[in-house]
């Protein structure tokens, strides 16, 4: 009979764990060391009720879920969107895991998210949930425990929605529970492009590294928020062609190349305005375009077994978590696809979250460029460590970058050793 408890065949947990086990098969981890690493710390869901602007109360759901903790405090980011699930909530716990390790941050990977559709909400709606759920999760949460940040959905301003309603419940102001937050209360300079920042820096070092530039090379993005959308301007400025981008609402193509920042300050309503150039295409046929790069900066699952062997890029940069299914993947290898994995690509967000971090725990501010120059430096030591890795022990870049950072916490886990 099936295992009831098994993740959902090409979900975002099957991805994360058929990962994990296969580099676990390659490290020659113990069973109880395998059932370590395969198993969260502590989950946390919560139902928890918000009075809406009519007056009405409804129940969300939300989750807080810690994955492991031996390399030092809990990241990870806080989502809200529709489709959020407990299921898929741990697989980014474990991702944070792996990306924190890889880049040599001192942290463990966590993830929480709220099922909810923050476009539905009032500004006073959205308020009064992630309020609540800050208090719902702050039994867990901390600036030594586990540091929450933005991801799909959230921003800066709930960021500080958090901080405030976290500092309020223990009766001073905590700025370093959350990363992400707004310059006024302790955010830092380079926070909100990091992600798509680090997405330019990866994507020029694997140029370098293979002996082709960047400029002049066609590029397709899916996903036009923070990550997606930054990264698609920094790789225009670099001299790329991006000839097509999308959000949820669809997607423009120019075979000339669109215009990102005025894509970006009509954004989110950039793909249906009446005044952008280019053709209106689906999420599905930008997927399939014959480009140069294909940045997924959207959802988990977007390649899979039913459109894998349709794509046409040669090289696939993960800005978003978990965009490539397992069966996916293999499609793409055969066809000689180069995949740059999630947990060194988008990497910069978290990069900079640390330095916020550092930085509000020394109370001392860095500039734009100090920022800059520390991220591209950390960023570019673990491309050349999981390429280094890739080379020598002939695997892809993604069972590379596992190799490392699942390493890395094997490590730290014998070190400490199994309490009591
Ligand atoms: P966001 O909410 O700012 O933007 C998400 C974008 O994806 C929007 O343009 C939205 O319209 C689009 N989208 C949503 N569902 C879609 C669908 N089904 N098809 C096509 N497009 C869709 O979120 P974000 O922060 O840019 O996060 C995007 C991805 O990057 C997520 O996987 C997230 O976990 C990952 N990520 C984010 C950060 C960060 O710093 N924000 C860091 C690392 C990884």
């Not at 921003?155 to 905590?174: F, H, L």
């Not at 790069?293 to 890029?313: C, H, P, S, T, Y």
């Amino acid at each position: 009979m099936a295992d009831p408890t098994a993740p959902i065949e090409g979900s975002a947990l099957d991805t994360a764990l058929t990962q994990y086990h296969r580099a676990a098969d390659r490290l020659g981890l113990t069973d109880g060391l395998r059932d370590v690493l395969a198993t969260n710390k502590r989950e946390l869901t919560t139902h928890f009720p918000v009075e809406m602007d009519d007056g009405s109360i409804r129940v969300f759901t939300g989750h807080r879920v810690q994955h492991n903790n031996a390399r030092g405090p809990l990241k990870g980011g806080i989502r809200f969107h529709p489709q959020v699930e407990l299921d898929d909530v741990k697989a980014l716990a474990m991702l944070m895991t792996w990306k924190c390790a890889v880049v040599g941050l001192p942290f463990g990977g966590a993830k929480g998210g709220v099922t909810v559709d923050p476009r539905a909400l009032s500004a006073g709606e959205l308020e009064n949930l992630t309020r609540r759920f800050t208090a719902e999760i702050g039994i867990i949460i901390g600036p030594e425990k586990d540091i929450p940040a933005p991801d799909m959905g959230t921003d800066a301003r709930i960021m500080a929605w958090m901080m405030d309603t976290y500092s309020m419940n223990v009766g001073y102001s905590v700025p370093g529970v959350v990363t992400g937050k707004p310059l006024s209360i302790g955010g830092t300079v380079g926070r909100e492009e990091a992600t798509g920042r680090g997405v330019l820096h990866i994507a020029r070092e694997h140029a370098q590294a293979t002996n082709r530039p960047l400029e002049g090379m066609t590029v397709a993005v899916q996903g036009f928020g923070n990550v997606g959308s930054a990264a698609a301007a920094f790789l225009a400025a670099e001299g790329c062609r991006v000839v097509a981008v999308s959000d949820v609402a669809g997607g423009r193509h120019q075979e000339n190349g669109l215009n990102i920042d005025v894509m970006r300050a009509l954004a989110p309503t950039a793909m249906t305005h009446p005044s952008m150039p280019g053709d209106l295409i689906t999420n599905a046929d930008l997927l399939t375009l014959p480009v140069d790069i294909l940045v997924l900066a959207a959802m988990e699952g977007q390649i899979n077994e039913r459109n894998a062997d349709k794509v046409q890029a040669k090289l696939i940069i993960e800005g978003a978590n978990g965009p490539v299914t397992t069966p996916g993947e293999e499609i793409l290898v055969d066809k000689n696809v180069m995949i740059i994995p999630d947990i060194l690509a988008n990497a910069g967000g978290v990069i900079v979250s640390y330095f916020e971090w550092i930085q509000g725990r020394q109370a001392y501010w860095w500039d734009a460029e100090e920022v800059d120059r520390r991220l591209l430096a950390l960023l570019r030591q673990g491309y050349h460590d999981v390429a280094a890795v890739s080379r020598r022990q002939e695997v892809s870049l993604r069972m590379a970058a596992l190799l490392l950072g699942i390493g890395r916490v094997v490590e730290a886990t014998k070190t400490r050793g199994i309490f009591p």
